[in-house]
């Protein structure tokens, strides 16, 4: 008989060290995995952030730069530590703060400008930013700005500071101000769909990609007008800051082809000779250049720093305008589309905005309520909740002024109608008095590219009058358009009224058209040209609040486990950055020839999407600045 057990004894030993590793393996990560929750936790409880002495402020903008932050759920942490999350932002006002409270702060020593990874801005807000700057400087303490390149936006900052770096491999791009969009109507004739639109006014160009496969000259006439006012603002803030003309970059721009051509397309050398940058520095001497002025840090042996969200951590309750007495003045901060219903930050929901402007009216403390609107407009039902809401604040006798920030247009020109005052910056895009309304039916491509028919009986024109599958009844289309028509007169009533203007004079500089800032004062349309702090003062002195008072922003309220999840993510972003990883966002922009033209279809199927007027009448404009 032969004994078997000297060929099993391998087996059972591989199987047991096989148990073994698996066994060590969980171990393993059981304890890593406790180590990151209990290492989270420590940063969650522990003390602040710690502003170093003569650190500078790194002002290092990520994503766009926005006057609210869009909301954000509990998943998108989760999202981040496993390599992504939602794209970032940056909050105007966070940037603001922070460079008020160190202008006076012993302990920041400069500021250093990080704009590589900062990405768009309207006018108003980086006018906004780069005043703050201005500010800063006043304090005689430098700014220096540095950077691999600097686009158009980035560059608008960047001017404003004392020195700006440039890397010897980078550029200064400057391209201008343009509004280009997709046209839909070839395509959607050759699938055979009918795109019903209502409008009133031959300047709503909202409409015009479902209906031209181009621009039509109206649009084209207005939009390059107030185009040509934002681009002449430009020219004027980065000239003054870098102390040239309107005339030179305008040439270095026109020009680039041949400068690039004379200097071999050395991007760097040409931004250098127009002066629009201050010297040409590798990373490692920028980093020289910060030691010199905020001293080294004896770890990092970089410049000693402190990050914009780590100083305004450490001020906590100290930011400039927290400890004001005295009553308060609300401000309502209403950006983004206009949508029936409640809404997260990030979008103008009309019930709930109107509920924060409620909140404010009936607050006793608050004595005068600021609206700053963002907005291009959206659901025409939705923009009268909001308008009513200010209207009861007026009856209340709270002062209401609105101040309108990058765009303020249509639906957004709508709720600031209820008002005793606005204030627009010159570059602010407003006006856009219109409205229009859409609605496509598919009945041809179903009928050709699939044999597919609809038939039945209604007891009226109206029973299934607004079937997508069904072609629509004239008779339909006809009420609807009175709707519409209707709804152009409300619009026109609500300005008239509250602008102390005709009928026929508010249709003269109305349908549909836009205007800048300066041309709507020019026009009647806004009342004094200022940013936030002016019309928040403004406020105030309507409220005869003297120079004592509150500024507060009314917000919804965070729910505890919202607080627990706002801290753990500032908290594990920094313990991410100390072992050297970043939490990115997973949203990569899409590369490619296709990729500008999916983004645009992307973006316009967004728009739709978010469309529930209850009427399906919208008071919208499309004039986002490219």
């Known amino acids: ?67 609210q932050v869009a ?12 390599g992504g999350s939602k794209a970032e932002e940056t909050l105007l006002k966070d940037v603001l703060d922070a460079l ?53 936006r980035g560059y608008y900052l960047a001017a404003q500071a004392d020195e700006i770096l440039l890397n010897p491999d980078g550029g200064v791009l400057i391209e201008g101000f343009g509004r280009y969009r997709t046209y839909y109507r070839e395509g959607i004739d050759k699938l055979g769909i009918t795109w019903n639109v209502f409008r009133v006014g ?20 207005a939009d390059l007008e107030w185009l040509g006012d934002l681009w002449r603002a430009y020219l004027a803030g980065v000239s003054t800051a870098r102390k040239t003309t309107p005339e030179a970059l305008t040439a270095y721009i026109e020009g680039m082809p041949d400068l690039l051509k004379a200097t071999g397309g050395d991007t760097a050398k040409i931004a250098l000779d127009a002066k629009l940058v201050d010297k040409l520095a590798a990373r490692d001497e920028v980093r020289k250049r910060m030691i010199a002025l905020a001293g080294e840090d004896e770890k990092s042996k970089s410049f000693k720093q402190v990050s914009m969200a780590d100083y305004l951590e450490a001020l906590g309750d100290d930011r400039p305008g927290a400890k004001g ?170 300005v008239s009224k ?35 702090p002016d019309a928040i003062a403004s406020a105030a002195a309507k409220a005869k609040l003297g120079k004592t008072y509150q500024v507060t922003y009314v917000e919804k309220e965070q729910t505890l486990k919202e607080k627990l999840m706002a801290g753990l993510s500032v908290r594990a972003t920094r313990v991410a950055a100390a072992f050297g990883y970043t939490l990115a966002p997973t949203s990569e922009p899409a590369t490619g020839p296709g990729a500008a033209l999916l983004r645009a279809v992307a973006n316009e199927a967004d728009q739709l999407s978010v469309w529930n007027d209850p009427r399906g009448i919208y008071a919208r404009c499309f004039c986002e600045v490219k």
């Open 100 to 152: 008020a409270a160190a202008k006076d702060d012993k302990r920041i020593s400069a500021v250093y400008l990080d704009l590589d990874e900062m990405g768009g801005a309207g006018m108003t807000v980086l006018e906004d930013a780069a005043a703050a700057l201005r500010d800063f400087r006043k304090s005689g303490k430098k700014v220096i700005a540095g950077g691999d390149a600097f686009d158009m």
């Open 325 to 494: 007495k005295g009553d308060k003045v609300a401000v309502v901060v209403a950006k983004g589309e206009i949508v029936d219903g409640t809404a997260g930050p990030g979008r103008i929901g009309g019930d709930s905005t109107a509920a924060l402007i409620r909140k404010a009216r009936q607050d006793e403390k608050v004595k005068a309520i600021v609206l700053r609107v963002d907005s291009g407009g959206g659901s025409a039902f939705a923009s009268e909740v909001i308008r009513r809401e200010l209207q009861l604040a007026q009856e209340a006798k709270k002062p209401v002024v609105v101040s309108m920030g990058s765009v303020a247009a249509s639906g957004g020109y709508w709720i600031a109608t209820s008002s005793d005052e606005i204030w627009a910056s010159p570059e602010t895009i407003t006006g856009s008095i219109g409205i229009f309304g859409m609605f496509p039916t598919i009945e041809k491509p179903l009928a050709k590219y699939l044999g597919m028919h609809v038939d039945g009986v209604g007891t009226t024109s109206w029973a299934g009058a607004l079937r997508i599958d069904r072609e629509l009844d004239p008779r339909v289309g006809e009420s609807i358009q009175q709707m519409i028509n209707h709804g152009y007169e409300e619009f026109l009533t609500r």
């Open 202 to 221: 031959e300047y709503k160009s909202a409409v015009e990609p479902y209906l031209r496969n181009d621009m039509s000259p109206e649009a084209k006439e």
């Open 71 to 82: 909301s954000r759920s509990p998943q998108d942490l989760v999202a981040g530590l496993a």
């Open 498 to 532: 509250a602008r102390k203007m005709s009928r026929d004079d508010v249709d003269k500089i109305a349908r549909g058209r836009v205007w800048s800032g300066a041309d709507a004062k020019e026009r009647g349309l806004v009342d004094k040209l200022g940013g936030l």
């Open 1 to 67: 008989m032969n004994d078997t057990r000297p060929r099993s004894l391998p087996r059972r030993v591989l199987s047991g060290l096989g148990r073994g590793l698996d066994q060590s393996r969980r171990v393993f990560v059981n304890v890593l995995f406790l180590a990151i929750v209990v290492g989270l936790l420590a940063a969650v409880f522990a003390g602040g952030p710690k502003v170093p002495k003569g650190a500078a402020l790194v002002v290092a903008p990520k994503g766009n730069l926005v006057e």
